[in-house]
């Protein structure tokens, strides 16, 4: 293993104030810089401060704790065939807050501001400043709040369009079969997927669809940052964004990170991120499509998104998504710095392979990466006990 990597550690504010030493052996064997800590303790951020090193506290974004201010709900439809009772989506238990609100960016990062002034904290880095994953079939449809469906008309686009796309593309896939999906001539635009569904049914509504929901994360994200500056004019602004490979389906397009000091993909949650929406993604086509089989499905989706061979292999996937964000940060200019767990398992069958954080730190550091932010500490200190712990 690279004895120096630059390292990044996510840490829960009690684990860091009940052994702040761990931080100590960390940096023995690491270049470590920062610190994102999970929850407000201020003794937590003076400790890592203490050591020289940056303090982010991990902020909230559009949706997780429920600190958020609640300014409007985001809505969502019903999606025609799916029942999410019958296909649980791990991220669907948490209500969100809309992106286009008009009060709600200012008051985030008011409130960002404001937070990290009190703790004593370097930075932010914000979380959960997108859709829930594509595993939640309505938040690819939605929001369809008022707010919404205004600023989807200065677009020149109509969410009530919506509907006539979920006909369009039911009567396609009733006449194809799964086998023959990927001889579908398609202009590579934004993303496999979406680029497919435009192609399948002669229609530019998927991708003035998603174009409008990532300009509404990107423009949200700015106007977080602008008020998170006014009040902390001094601190970092940097935050996450979804797995590349399905990041446009979320609102979290490349493009839509430039407001963050890094470009910072979480690549360590391929089970739920990526293969749960694939197969909740197959679950819902199979049943618009009223033929063909889960499996013939879903295999089929992994061809278009080119992940094939890593459906049952997320090892393979994240090394892929590794790439993947490399090629994303060197077009967009920015630091690139994966989220990387370790300890990532298959969930879903397949090959028990495990992702190794060594080789993980290995390859991004062949990749260019400025460094690799760590998700669980035991990972970086050989002992299994920790994360028990931890
Ligand atoms: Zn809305």
């Known amino acids: ?17 009940a052994r702040p030493d761990l931080l100590d052996r960390v940096a023995e064997r690491y270049d470590l810089r920062s610190v994102i800590i999970r929850s407000p303790d201020r003794t937590a951020f003076e400790l890592v401060r203490e050591r020289d090193l940056d303090a982010l506290w991990l902020a909230p974004g559009l949706w997780g704790d429920g600190q958020q201010p609640a300014t409007n709900r985001a809505v969502f439809p019903s999606v025609p065939g799916w029942d999410a009772s019958l296909h649980p989506a791990y991220e669907r238990q948490f209500p969100m ?7 709600f960016a200012g008051e985030l990062g008011a409130y960002y501001a404001q937070t990290a002034n009190a703790l004593g904290a370097t930075g932010v880095f914000a979380t959960h400043q997108r859709y829930h994953h594509p595993a939640n079939l309505e938040h690819l449809w939605g929001c369809i709040c008022p707010n919404c469906w205004v600023t989807a008309a200065q677009t020149g ?5 919506v509907s006539n796309f979920w006909r369009a593309l039911a009567h396609k896939l009733a006449k194809l079969p799964a086998e023959q999906w990927a001889q579908v001539p398609v202009m590579a635009s934004t993303n496999p997927l979406i680029d497919w569904w435009a192609a399948l049914t002669d229609m530019d509504f998927p991708l003035r669809w998603f174009a409008w929901k990532n300009t509404s994360i990107e423009s949200h994200m700015l106007r977080v940052r ?10 970092a602004f940097a ?14 397009a490349p493009t839509t990170q430039r407001s963050s000091i890094w470009y910072a993909p979480l690549l360590g949650y391929w089970s739920h991120h990526v293969h749960g929406s694939l197969e909740n993604l197959a679950a819902w086509h199979l049943i618009l499509s ?13 061809t278009l998104l080119g992940v094939g061979a890593a459906l049952n292999d997320a090892a393979h996937g994240i090394r892929q998504e590794l790439y993947l964000g490399a090629a994303q940060a ?3 200019g920015m630091e690139y710095y994966p989220v990387l767990n370790g300890t990532i398992a298959n969930q879903y069958g397949g090959t028990a392979s495990q992702f190794s954080l060594a080789e993980g730190l290995d390859l991004a550091e062949k990749l260019g990466a400025a460094g690799v932010i760590v998700q669980g500490i035991s990972q970086l200190l050989d002992d299994a006990l920790l994360d028990f712990w931890y």
């Open 157 to 161: 686009l109509d969410v009530g369009e």
């Open 97 to 103: 807050q809309c992106p286009n609100s008009p009060g």
């Open 290 to 302: 009223s033929q063909g089989t889960r499996d013939s499905i879903l295999q089929a989706l992994a």
């Open 239 to 252: 935050a996450n964004c979804f797995e590349p490979l399905l990041a446009p389906l979320v609102g979290n």
């Open 330 to 332: 060197a077009q967009l």
């Open 1 to 17: 293993m690279r004895q120096r990597s630059r390292i990044i550690l996510y840490a829960p504010s009690a684990a860091i104030t």
């Open 226 to 235: 602008a008020a998170f500056e006014a009040g902390a004019p001094k601190l």
